[in-house]
């Protein structure tokens, strides 16, 4: 596994959520991170067009030589995920739905979660599925709600963390959930976690926000540390080396303003966003 660098794609700002969680959870790990900024929002395009951008975004992840993909992107998770799978032919692919569903199985005490996302991962059920599974798995049973915010991915790629815009939408769309008396929430977007104060206030005190970057970075730090031990009887493979750290940001659009806003939420510095464009080739549908 050595040197190369982890791979971790979003529509745009939200997977910048994952990396904070990988920088403390791998700090010796280069990233290679790719916002598709021209074509978001992914959650409120067909399944069709986000198994596409999928597979566009992993070839360009594919083309850096990473060891391990990251889909910090749940809609991309929800819908897409076999699709980086086959794509990746063998190194490993961490999603978000399965680790964040698992960790809020284990969150709740009363058996009441919660599920926000983009309209295409609420639709497509996934959660809900995978936290049936854990659950049984667990012996834990669970009911769950859901709800899609799609207004927040816009409100967090503006950096509206803290605006009264943002306090009356989040309202308007957790209202529902505060009242099922849920004491765990999935923010099932990672957009979401740049406005966690906000929805924190809405829901209460008393509910958990878990986090599916959070989640997903334990695993990804779980198969670093299998790798780096090695198959039983092979030998182990290198650490990376210190200083060797790279970490790459490209952007599909507008590298200035995501750069401002990713560094804004980071609270650190960034390399300088480059822009990549997709060569696609126009056909029309008869
Ligand atoms: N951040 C992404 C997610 O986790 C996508 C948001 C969007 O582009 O709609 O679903």
Known sequence: MTDQPIGVFDSGIGGMTVVK???????????????????????????????????????????????????ACNTVSATALDEVERMARGIPVVGMIGPCAAEAVKTTKNGKIGIIGTEATIASGAYEAAIREE?????????TWSAACPLFVPLAEEGWTDHLATELIAEEYLKGLREKGIDTLILGCTHYPVLSEVIQRTMGTRVTLVN???????????????????????SPAPLP?????????????VPRKFQTIGERFLGRKLPDAKHVVWKEAWTVER
């Open 212 to 234: 599916s970057g959070a989640a997903a970075a334990k695993l990804v730090a779980e198969i670093l540390e299998r790798e780096h031990e090695g198959e039983e009887g092979a």
């Open 21 to 71: 969680e990988l920088f403390d959870t791998v700090p010796g790990e280069s990233i290679v991170y790719f916002g598709d900024t021209a074509r978001l929002p992914y959650g409120t395009k067909s399944v069709e067009t986000v198994r596409r951008y999928a597979r566009e975004d992993t070839e360009l992840l594919l083309a850096h030589d990473v060891k391990m993909i990251v889909v």
């Open 241 to 253: 080396q210190e200083g060797r750290v790279q970490h790459k940001v490209l952007v599909s659009d």
């Open 135 to 143: 659950s049984e798995r667990a012996a834990k049973p669970c009911t």
